[in-house]
């Protein structure tokens, strides 16, 4: 089942705050998230594992609270090249083969 | 390294025709996988395969089919392509299990008439 994004779209001017959340109605073990630039590929920002484990982007933080089957995207002082959209990804147990994608959050940064 | 490679960039078919989507990568990655992208909707997987010979079903695999027959080649087939899956198609690919870190080829763009 497709992960929940929100909100859809959001738009900020350079050096504000943004907060992308991504919730599930299932049990997670691991939350993926992935920027993607128009007209381009995707690419991996980070990993939270069950258990507390993060890995990935030196500059942007997330959570993942796996009582709530949430985790949120936190995008601090936030730069022109921070815009693009923004995909969750969710990994239902370890060991799962596959990653289901919310529908995105797109992110425009004006200067 | 090239990383992943996807041929054609951009594909008009007509409705009914058949199609082979190329995806290569040299990163002796084991695990790979296709989406398609559609406005609104994210990123939907079709197929997947876990290395050379096994592939499995994702979200959406009606009229598409794979293989697997080395490390380095997945290719998607569309049987008999249909308007409803204009779209456009991305191959990944990564090494670790826990699926972290796909690397995405540069997409397919595919219009179906």
């Given amino acids: 089942q497709q992960p929940v994004q929100s909100p859809q779209a959001v738009i900020l ?11 599930s109605s299932k049990a997670l073990y691991s939350v993926h998230w ?9 690419v991996f920002l980070m990993i939270l594992l069950k258990g507390g484990e993060q890995k990935g982007h030196e500059k942007i933080s997330a959570s993942f609270n796996e009582k709530k089957q949430q985790s949120s ?3 601090t002082a936030s730069q022109l090249s921070y815009s693009g959209t923004y995909f969750c990804g969710t990994q239902r147990y370890q060991g799962a083969q596959k990653l289901v994608f919310g529908q995105g959050t797109r992110l425009t940064i004006n200067p | 390294n090239a990383g992943v ?7 008009v078919l007509k409705t009914g025709q ?3 989507l190329q995806c ?3 990163m002796n990655h084991e695990y790979m996988s296709w989406y398609r992208q559609d406005p609104g909707m994210g990123l939907r ?15 959406v695999p009606n009229g598409y089919n794979v293989s697997r027959s080395t490390t380095e080649d997945f290719p998607l087939r569309l049987l008999s392509a249909a308007p409803s899956q204009t779209s456009v198609y991305f191959c990944a690919s990564t090494q670790e299990p ?16």
């Fill in chain 1, 13 to 23: 001017r350079e050096g504000e705050d943004a907060v992308i959340n991504c919730s």
């Fill in chain 1, 34 to 42: 992935y920027r993607q630039k128009h007209g381009e590929a995707p």
């Fill in chain 1, 73 to 75: 995207l936190y995008l």
């Fill in chain 2, 5 to 11: 490679t996807q041929t054609p960039k951009f594909q």
């Fill in chain 2, 18 to 20: 058949s199609m082979t």
């Fill in chain 2, 24 to 26: 290569a990568q040299d």
């Fill in chain 2, 45 to 59: 997987l079709i197929h997947y395969s876990v290395g050379a010979g096994i592939t499995d079903q994702g979200e």
């Fill in chain 2, 98 to 113: 826990s699926l972290e870190t796909q690397y995405f080829g540069p997409g397919t763009r595919l219009l179906v008439l």
